[in-house]
C-alpha cells in the first residue's frame, strides 16, 4: 500500500528529503545534494530514520560514501540505483540485507559473501 505524502510533512536537511510520519518516525526520500559524502542522521526533526525509500539516491553518481545509521531497518528497492561503484558505506550490511537490498548494496558497494 503506498502512502500518501503531504508537503508539510516534508523536511529537507543538508540535501536529504526526508517524509515526517505521524508515529514520529521519518523515511529518507531523496538526495538534492552534491557533497560526495552523504551522512544520514538518526533523527530528522525529531523523528527516527527507519526507512530509505526506494530509489532514494536514484542516479546520485557523485556520492561514492555513505553512512547509514543503525536506525535503519528498511531500504527500499532500487534505492542506490544507476549510482555507480561506490568506495565506502558505514553500515551494518548484514541488516541492510535483512532489509532486502543485498545485491543492490553488493554491487554498489563491492562487498561479497
Do not use: W
Not at 528529503?17 to 508515529?23: E, G
Not at 538534492?32 to 539516491?57: C, L, M, Q
Not at 555513505?66 to 544507476?82: C, E, K, L, M
Amino acid at each position: 500500500m503506498s502512502e500518501i505524502l503531504k508537503r508539510d510533512k516534508l523536511y529537507s536537511y543538508n540535501g536529504i528529503v526526508f517524509y515526517l510520519r505521524d508515529d514520529n518516525t521519518a523515511v529518507l526520500r531523496g538526495y538534492t545534494g552534491k557533497d560526495s559524502y552523504v551522512h544520514i542522521p538518526n533523527t530528522a526533526k525529531g523523528h527516527t530514520v527507519t526507512e530509505i525509500a526506494d530509489r532514494a539516491f536514484q542516479d546520485c553518481t557523485h556520492v561514492t560514501n555513505v553512512y547509514i545509521p543503525d536506525s535503519i531497518t528498511q531500504i527500499g528497492q532500487d534505492a542506490f540505483q544507476n549510482c555507480g561503484r561506490k568506495e565506502t558505506v558505514d553500515a551494518d550490511l548484514a541488516r541492510a540485507y535483512a532489509a532486502g537490498s543485498r545485491r543492490e548494496l553488493e554491487d554498489m558497494f563491492g562487498y561479497g559473501y
